[in-house]
């Protein structure tokens, strides 16, 4: 059965404070545009702080999550496409130079002029006009408006001199170096007070500025670190589910059971399996 090309946008506007509970990942790409409010966005291990305006693209594969800033008032549109979606538009292959050359491989963070800004939202409300109709040729429509899309925003970035940096101060390059330690060594049984003692802080200064930086606290985050590696292990390989819990730093295979659920939904068996079927 050929799969249908992916796409999906929509518009939420939340009026009170939200954080997503785990970072998560996508097998499209994804584009997130900030209409009011502030935000913190959280990819690969470092935060950026946006604000009104302001326009984020997701390369596929990498982790990431937004969380609180400022009042928690926010409006955003959020755009998913997969590459076939993207090519259809070009009439080439998703595998061709001339569709990778408009899907970039890392992802980043512009800062649209105002006029930069009424240009793109332009092109959204078509999109979300289109997008919730049932017109003819409706995914073609789409698909232009997509690619257009695309040509803006990698037009926008050609001009600037440089992209947004993630946040820097130096108490989120602390955080930064902690969160470091946490992907090198999941496997190992960590607490607080080593983290603290190893870090030369105390545990109490330490979990203010991580939760502060990321929006998880510590446990949240290693756990978060430990069932993204169980994940590859169940994908890429065929040890026991108890072997996998072991060498993600889990202390017991009842916790790695309950913990990988509440991230996932999933079972570890559960996801191995629906992983294969798909």
């Not at 940096?165 to 902690?178: F, G």
């Not at 991230?263 to 992983?275: C, D, E, F, N, V």
Request: proline share 3%; charged share 25%.
């Amino acid at each position: 059965m050929i799969a249908t090309p992916r796409f999906a946008i929509e518009q939420a506007l939340r009026k009170v404070p939200f954080s997503m509970s785990a970072d998560h990942v996508h097998q499209a790409h994804e584009i997130y545009y900030l209409l009011a409010g502030e935000r913190y966005y959280y990819i690969n291990q470092r935060v950026y702080a946006l604000q009104k305006g302001d326009l984020i693209w997701i390369s596929k594969h990498d982790f990431h999550r937004t969380s609180n800033k400022g009042s928690g008032s926010h409006e955003r549109i959020l755009i998913n496409f997969d590459e076939e979606f993207a090519a259809s538009s070009m009439n080439v292959s998703p595998s061709s130079d001339q569709n990778q050359l408009l899907l970039p491989e890392k992802s980043f963070l512009l800062r649209p002029s105002a006029e930069e800004q009424c240009e793109l939202e332009h092109l959204f409300r078509q999109m979300l006009d289109e997008y919730h109709q049932e017109h003819a040729y409706r995914q073609l429509y789409l698909q232009s408006l997509l690619l257009q899309l695309l040509i803006r925003i990698r037009r926008i970035q050609s001009a600037t001199a440089d992209t947004i940096a993630p946040e820097r101060s130096e108490k989120q390059q602390r955080v930064y170096s902690v969160i470091a330690y946490l992907h090198a060594h999941y496997d190992e049984s960590l607490s607080l007070d080593q983290l603290a003692e190893h870090f030369y802080i105390s545990s109490t200064y330490l979990c203010r500025i991580f939760k502060q930086t990321t929006g998880f606290t510590l446990v949240e985050y290693l756990q978060d670190v430990r069932v993204q590696q169980a994940r590859a292990y169940l994908r890429e390989t065929s040890w026991k589910v108890t072997s996998i819990a072991e060498k993600t730093g889990f202390d017991s295979i009842a916790h790695f059971g309950r913990v990988f659920k509440h991230l996932t939904g999933h079972t570890p068996l559960q996801y191995r399996k629906k992983y294969k079927k798909e």
